[in-house]
Protein backbone atom coordinates (compact mmCIF):
# COMPACT_ATOMS: atom_id res chain seq x y z
CA UNK A 1 0.00 0.00 0.00
CA UNK A 2 1.48 3.65 -0.29
CA UNK A 3 1.41 6.30 1.98
CA UNK A 4 0.48 10.65 1.57
CA UNK A 5 2.49 12.14 3.67
CA UNK A 6 0.96 15.66 3.20
CA UNK A 7 0.44 17.66 6.62
CA UNK A 8 2.58 15.62 8.60
CA UNK A 9 -0.51 12.96 8.72
CA UNK A 10 0.38 9.31 7.21
CA UNK A 11 -3.30 7.82 5.59
CA UNK A 12 -3.27 4.35 3.82
CA UNK A 13 -4.58 4.91 -0.03
CA UNK A 14 -6.96 2.00 -0.09
CA UNK A 15 -10.40 1.13 1.31
CA UNK A 16 -11.41 1.67 5.13
CA UNK A 17 -13.53 -1.21 7.02
CA UNK A 18 -16.28 1.23 6.80
CA UNK A 19 -16.59 1.50 3.26
CA UNK A 20 -16.18 -1.60 2.82
CA UNK A 21 -19.33 -2.56 5.31
CA UNK A 22 -20.90 0.19 3.73
CA UNK A 23 -20.63 -1.58 0.32
CA UNK A 24 -21.41 -4.73 1.51
CA UNK A 25 -25.02 -3.96 3.12
CA UNK A 26 -25.81 -2.06 -0.67
CA UNK A 27 -24.62 -5.42 -1.90
CA UNK A 28 -26.93 -7.04 0.96
CA UNK A 29 -29.78 -5.09 0.48
CA UNK A 30 -30.06 -5.37 -3.42
CA UNK A 31 -29.88 -9.28 -2.91
CA UNK A 32 -33.05 -9.60 -0.83
CA UNK A 33 -34.97 -6.88 -3.46
CA UNK A 34 -34.14 -9.56 -6.29
CA UNK A 35 -33.86 -13.39 -4.95
CA UNK A 36 -37.55 -13.21 -4.13
CA UNK A 37 -38.55 -12.31 -8.05
CA UNK A 38 -36.01 -14.32 -9.44
CA UNK A 39 -37.46 -17.45 -7.09
CA UNK A 40 -40.57 -16.83 -8.54
CA UNK A 41 -39.99 -16.20 -11.89
CA UNK A 42 -38.65 -19.71 -11.84
CA UNK A 43 -41.59 -20.76 -10.08
CA UNK A 44 -44.24 -19.39 -12.93
CA UNK A 45 -41.91 -20.96 -15.28
CA UNK A 46 -42.47 -24.27 -14.12
CA UNK A 47 -46.36 -23.87 -13.99
CA UNK A 48 -46.08 -22.59 -17.86
CA UNK A 49 -43.86 -25.65 -18.74
CA UNK A 50 -46.25 -28.00 -16.99
CA UNK A 51 -49.63 -26.28 -18.54
CA UNK A 52 -47.53 -26.89 -22.38
CA UNK A 53 -46.67 -30.26 -21.64
CA UNK A 54 -50.06 -31.20 -20.39
CA UNK A 55 -51.36 -29.48 -23.56
CA UNK A 56 -49.35 -31.20 -25.69
CA UNK A 57 -49.83 -34.64 -24.58
CA UNK A 58 -53.56 -34.19 -24.24
CA UNK A 59 -53.53 -33.21 -27.96
CA UNK A 60 -51.31 -36.27 -28.88
CA UNK A 61 -54.00 -38.81 -27.11
CA UNK A 62 -56.55 -37.09 -28.93
CA UNK A 63 -54.89 -37.77 -32.60
CA UNK A 64 -53.54 -41.12 -31.41
CA UNK A 65 -57.38 -42.04 -30.74
CA UNK A 66 -58.43 -40.40 -33.71
CA UNK A 67 -55.74 -42.39 -35.93
CA UNK A 68 -56.44 -45.84 -33.99
CA UNK A 69 -59.69 -45.91 -32.47
CA UNK A 70 -58.39 -46.58 -29.31
CA UNK A 71 -56.27 -44.77 -26.80
CA UNK A 72 -52.91 -45.44 -25.52
CA UNK A 73 -51.28 -48.09 -23.35
CA UNK A 74 -48.67 -46.38 -22.37
CA UNK A 75 -47.00 -42.68 -23.31
CA UNK A 76 -44.09 -45.12 -24.92
CA UNK A 77 -47.07 -45.71 -27.74
CA UNK A 78 -46.96 -42.19 -28.59
CA UNK A 79 -43.03 -42.06 -28.86
CA UNK A 80 -42.93 -45.20 -30.97
CA UNK A 81 -45.75 -44.19 -33.24
CA UNK A 82 -44.26 -40.46 -33.68
CA UNK A 83 -46.97 -38.49 -31.83
CA UNK A 84 -43.90 -37.01 -29.54
CA UNK A 85 -40.54 -36.86 -29.57
CA UNK A 86 -39.24 -38.28 -25.99
CA UNK A 87 -41.99 -38.54 -22.43
CA UNK A 88 -41.89 -35.25 -20.85
CA UNK A 89 -40.17 -34.28 -17.87
CA UNK A 90 -42.91 -33.54 -15.50
CA UNK A 91 -41.06 -30.01 -14.30
CA UNK A 92 -42.61 -29.78 -10.78
CA UNK A 93 -41.28 -33.59 -9.87
CA UNK A 94 -38.74 -33.42 -12.33
CA UNK A 95 -39.28 -36.97 -13.14
CA UNK A 96 -40.90 -38.87 -16.39
CA UNK A 97 -42.40 -41.30 -14.73
CA UNK A 98 -44.41 -39.27 -12.57
CA UNK A 99 -47.24 -38.77 -14.64
CA UNK A 100 -50.67 -39.66 -13.51
CA UNK A 101 -53.26 -41.49 -16.09
CA UNK A 102 -57.04 -41.23 -16.73
CA UNK A 103 -58.35 -44.58 -17.99
CA UNK A 104 -61.12 -44.05 -20.67
CA UNK A 105 -64.87 -45.03 -19.65
CA UNK A 106 -66.03 -48.57 -21.03
CA UNK A 107 -66.29 -49.28 -23.86
CA UNK A 108 -63.30 -47.30 -25.39
CA UNK A 109 -60.34 -49.18 -25.47
CA UNK A 110 -57.18 -48.23 -24.16
CA UNK A 111 -55.43 -46.96 -20.82
CA UNK A 112 -54.82 -43.29 -21.31
CA UNK A 113 -57.68 -41.15 -21.60
CA UNK A 114 -56.54 -38.04 -19.61
CA UNK A 115 -53.04 -37.61 -17.94
CA UNK A 116 -51.99 -35.21 -15.04
CA UNK A 117 -48.92 -34.45 -12.87
CA UNK A 118 -47.95 -36.42 -9.96
CA UNK A 119 -46.90 -33.83 -7.78
CA UNK A 120 -48.84 -33.45 -4.58
CA UNK A 121 -47.89 -29.49 -4.39
CA UNK A 122 -50.04 -26.68 -5.39
CA UNK A 123 -49.63 -23.59 -7.62
CA UNK A 124 -49.27 -20.02 -7.09
CA UNK A 125 -53.02 -19.81 -7.58
CA UNK A 126 -53.43 -22.39 -4.88
CA UNK A 127 -54.48 -25.28 -7.72
CA UNK A 128 -53.22 -28.45 -7.07
CA UNK A 129 -51.13 -29.56 -9.88
CA UNK A 130 -52.56 -32.76 -9.82
CA UNK A 131 -55.71 -31.50 -10.94
CA UNK A 132 -54.78 -29.02 -13.93
Not at 1 to 10: D, F, I, P, S, T
Not at 94 to 108: D, M
Not at 119 to 132: F, I, M, P, Q, V
Request: aromatic share 10%; hydrophobic share 35%.
Amino acid sequence: MKYCHQNYRATILGFTLVELLVVLSILALLLTLATPRYFNSIDRAKDATLMQDLNTLRESIDKFYADHGEYPKSLEDLVERKYIRKIPVDPITGKSTTWIFTPPEQPLVGDIYDIHSGSEGTAKDGTRYADW
